[in-house]
């Protein structure tokens, strides 16, 4: 992935990382999302520090078309024709004095057992983002019950609120081997690069909890997931 796609996609999940050659992991003390990107540009010489920042830059990289971004010192030079800016990147031993090991846990998620495996295509994708943007509030619960896996947008906060969801059985493209049911933010399926991906439910016996990971060839993400009880 470009410099340039590494540090957008980063950013819709964090605003704070240590951009790495190679592969760069991500993630905040929270752990509501860790992972890693693979890095492949020229332009990225050496480990860059970005503390609360990430953001801001992916806003000043949409004023460009193409720009050719280098690295001067402690700054990113960003040009294109005419056109410049300089962005001063951060302290990398101060960004990396509060981080937990987020190469370790996400070989840990990947170890673990997986419960679910299921592919998303771009249109999937886009009913669960046009869902998420219809039902105020909607959480996406994933089941797994007597043999069928479903996925639903559904305001969990609203009391015999059947008439507030969309469900979507996704039984013919999936894979399950135990029952579940579990919650997540809609809003990540949207923030992942196009082009589909791959997720997977991870279940740790040890503590009895849940991670889903969504997989493409150049990034993986871990997001926290919660147990949910249809019944309450």
């Not at 980063?10 to 890693?36: C, H, L, R």
Request: proline share 3%.
């Amino acid at each position: 992935m470009l410099l340039i796609d590494a540090i957008s996609t980063i950013g819709k999940f964090i605003n704070t990382a240590v951009i790495s050659p190679s592969e760069t992991y991500f993630g905040d003390q929270s752990q509501a999302y860790f992972g890693m990107v693979k890095v492949s540009d020229h332009a990225l010489t050496k480990e860059i520090g970005l503390y609360d920042e990430i953001q801001n830059l992916s806003r000043i990289l949409t004023l460009f078309e193409d720009p050719n971004i280098e690295i001067e010192g402690n700054n990113l030079k960003i040009q294109e024709e005419d056109t410049e800016a300089y962005f001063i990147t951060s302290d990398i031993s101060l960004i990396r004095k509060g981080d937990f090991d987020q190469a370790g846990q996400l070989q840990k998620t990947l170890e673990a057992p997986k419960c679910l495996t299921v592919t998303f295509n771009d249109t999937l994708i886009n009913r669960i983002t046009k869902a998420a943007g219809t039902i105020d509030n909607a959480s996406l619960i994933i089941s797994s019950n007597e043999g069928k896996v479903s996925l639903q947008l559904k305001d969990i906060d609203v009391l015999s609120s059947d008439s507030n969801s969309l469900k979507i059985d996704i039984s013919s493209i999936s894979e399950a081997n135990k029952e579940f049911n579990v919650e997540l933010d809609p809003s990540i399926a949207n923030r992942m690069p196009k082009g589909g991906f791959k997720l997977q439910l991870a279940f740790s016996e040890r503590v009895g909890s849940y991670r889903a990971v969504f997989k493409q060839e150049q990034l993986i993400v871990v997001a926290a997931c919660n147990p949910y009880n249809p019944e309450a």
